[in-house]
Structures are given as structure tokens and as C-alpha cells.
T-cell receptor, first 112, second 113 residues
Framework: DAGVIQSPRHEVTEMGQEVTLRCKPISGHDYLFWYRQTMMRGLELLIYFNNNVPIDDSGMPEDRFSAKMPNASFSTLKIQPSEPRDSAVYFC??????????FGNGTRLTVT | KQEVTQIPAALSVPEGENLVLNCSFTDSAIYNLQWFRQDPGKGLTSLLLIQSSQREQTSGRLNASLDKSSGRSTLYIAASQPGDSATYLCAVKGIAAGNKLTFGGGTRVLVKP
């Protein structure tokens, strides 16, 4: 298996623009997680899905952030409008039940 | 609220020395604890997962122990190598947190040749 695939790897955008991050989880995994990592705050869970249904979005910072999982093989995290404080590395991860979590290589977002 | 702490934040050892990495958590009601490795510019790679009923897990040169009652886990890496240089993070899946993991801040390890 190719692992969790995220795109793009890097994204540079101007404040106010819409940003869409994409994730393809490992086939057969029923959980999908979106994390954000910064030096100041470490790894923060934004939202997670089980069988394509959002279960907990309490970590989503504000209404500018939204996530969807239209099917078992694809998820998006959208930021609209983006702000400089959204600059971070965004990770997608997936797992099957209680098995170990598998992470993608992340998307490094820079908002200027 | 579960809090996970890793001390020290950074560690430097000469090649061949054994590494001891610490993780502590505040709520002992957990399903499991995982140790991850993160290389610069990469995602996290799962190293070991210890279920709450287990005391330790081993994989090659890696051994992780779990003492749930005291809220501690230790990752031992035997005979360290320069390739072990990375950041190591522990994460706890708490019973009160559903299927969410709470991560520690990580320990950045440098193994000097």
C-alpha cells in the first residue's frame, strides 16, 4: 500500500485566499484524522471521521475551517479565508479500529 | 483533561549508548499508548503500540514499557545509531476521549557518531 497520501506538499498563499488540502487514506481504514502541527502548540487534532462521518470537530479552530469526507478514499480540509496564523504543517492520518495510526507526509501551509 | 508530557525536550548521546525516553500522562484511564518517530519534513511513523492491559512491547532494538497506575511510559532504544536521530512522540488514547489521541510535545534526539 502507498500509505496515506496528502497533496499538495507545500502551499503558499496570500491572506484571504481559500486553501484546500487533500488526503487519501489507506484503503480499508475506517478512521481518518486531520492534525495541525506548529512549534508553539505541537500536534493538535482538528477533526476526525469514522466511516466517512464526522465524529468530533471540537478541535476545528473556527468557522473558517471545514472538512469533508465524501467517500472512504478521499477527504478535504478547507480554510476560507486563510490568515497568517493558519501557517502550519497539516497532517492527515488513518487507522483501522484500534490499530496504530498511519500519517501522511503533511502539507506545509504558509499564509503571507 | 488528559495531558501528556515528555521530558527532556531534547537529548544528545554518543553512538552506541542506550537511549531512555520518558512520557508521562495525567489520566490513567487509557485504551493504549503509542510511540511515534518523526523525521524532519516527514509525518509520524508508529513504532510501538501498548494496550492498557500490557506492561511492555518490543520490536528489535526498541522496548516500550507502560505503568498505567503511575501514568508513565518509557521507550528504550538499545545501542543507539546515528540513524536513530529524530523526534520521538508518545500519544495516549484516553477512555474519556473517544478515539482521539493526545500527544506529548516530543523529545528531539541526536545520536552523534
Amino acid at each position: 500500500d502507498a500509505g496515506v497520501i496528502q497533496s499538495p506538499r507545500h502551499e503558499v498563499t496570500e491572506m484571504g485566499q481559500e486553501v484546500t488540502l487533500r488526503c487519501k487514506p489507506i484503503s480499508g481504514h475506517d478512521y481518518l484524522f486531520w492534525y495541525r502541527q506548529t512549534m508553539m502548540r505541537g500536534l493538535e487534532l482538528l477533526i476526525y471521521f469514522n466511516n466517512n462521518v464526522p465524529i468530533d470537530d471540537s478541535g476545528m479552530p473556527e468557522d473558517r475551517f471545514s472538512a469533508k469526507m465524501p467517500n472512504a478514499s478521499f477527504s478535504t480540509l478547507k480554510i476560507q479565508p486563510s490568515e497568517p496564523r493558519d501557517s502550519a504543517v497539516y497532517f492527515c492520518a488513518s487507522s483501522q479500529g484500534d490499530s496504530p495510526l498511519h500519517f501522511g507526509n503533511g502539507t506545509r501551509l504558509t499564509v503571507t | 483533561k488528559q495531558e501528556v508530557t515528555q521530558i527532556p525536550a531534547a537529548l544528545s548521546v554518543p553512538e552506541g549508548e542506550n537511549l531512555v525516553l520518558n512520557c508521562s500522562f495525567t489520566d490513567s484511564a487509557i485504551y493504549n499508548l503509542q510511540w511515534f518517530r518523526q523525521d524532519p519534513g516527514k509525518g509520524l511513523t508508529s513504532l510501538l503500540l501498548i494496550q492498557s492491559s500490557q506492561r511492555e512491547q518490543t520490536s528489535g532494538r526498541l522496548n516500550a514499557s507502560l505503568d498505567k497506575s503511575s501514568g508513565r511510559s518509557t521507550l528504550y532504544i538499545a545501542a543507539s545509531q546515528p540513524g536513530d536521530s529524530a523526534t520521538y512522540l508518545c500519544a495516549v488514547k484516553g477512555i474519556a476521549a473517544g478515539n482521539k489521541l493526545t500527544f506529548g510535545g516530543g523529545t528531539r534526539v541526536l545520536v552523534k557518531p
